[in-house]
């Protein structure tokens, strides 16, 4: 693996809720920290999007009878309070840290711009890239895709509560058989869930690699950028 300057880290908001399944969870939110802050303080820059499924999720509000276009809204703020909750966290720990909203929304955080959030990467702050693409119907999957192409990312990093990508289920089937690597083709051929077909299209178009690991194990995000193999790597090379 090449030596990373520029990621871009997509975190769940689930996971953010640590064992309680809703909320934030301050001991997950400041393990979550300690580990982006060992990594800035290794020169690589980190931008993040974090989901919103800890306190609403778009598809389950619909389904409960909210309209899609105003769940899908819900939804975007959602992501925006953990950015904010993210943001209070770096900045506690010394760290320079900037909230961009893809929706004008000052004070809560600057609009978004990839030239701005370029320049504060440059300047060794932590940008938190929050509301997702700012339109419904789309996934914050797509959302960290997007961005980390519009940034000029080397690696999505998907952080997830598995190791990587399997050929089934490893919670469901124990037989699964996990992947070092595998192209964004194969993940196609075999119906494999890593991210929506429209973040996988745009990660695949513009040659941006993605890596899954498990973000939720302590020191795993340290041990993915000294170069261990801890994730599967998606590309658009043959395995």
Request: glycine share 10%.
């Amino acid at each position: 693996m090449q030596k990373l300057k520029r990621i871009l880290l997509k975190l769940s908001g689930e996971s953010l809720a640590g064992g309680a399944g809703q909320g934030i969870s301050s001991e997950r939110l400041n393990d979550y920290i300690a580990e982006i802050v060992a990594v800035a303080q290794k020169g690589v820059q980190v931008a993040i999007v974090i989901g919103g499924g800890n306190i609403f999720r778009g598809l389950s509000g619909t389904a409960k009878g909210v309209e899609r276009v105003t769940g899908d809204q819900m939804g975007m703020l959602a992501t925006v309070i953990n950015s904010l909750a993210l943001r209070a966290a770096f900045l506690a720990h010394g760290c320079k840290a900037e909230v961009f909203t893809s929706i004008r929304m000052e004070p809560v955080g600057k609009l978004y711009s990839s030239m701005e959030v370029r320049q504060k990467l440059d300047e060794g702050y932590i940008t938190i890239l929050a509301g997702g693409t700012g339109n419904p119907y789309f996934t914050t999957d797509t959302a960290a895709a997007l961005r980390a192409v519009e940034i000029g990312a080397d690696y999505l990093l998907k952080g997830t509560r598995v190791d990587g990508i399997y050929t089934a289920d490893p919670e469901k089937d124990p037989s699964a058989v996990r992947f070092d690597s595998i192209s964004f083709d194969e993940v196609y051929r075999r119906g494999l869930s890593v991210m929506d077909l429209t973040a996988m299209t745009l990660c695949r178009e513009n040659n941006l690699p993605v890596m899954v690991f498990d973000m939720d194990t302590k020191g795993n995000l340290l041990k993915l950028i000294a170069g261990e193999n801890i994730a599967t790597v998606v590309s658009n090379e043959e395995e």
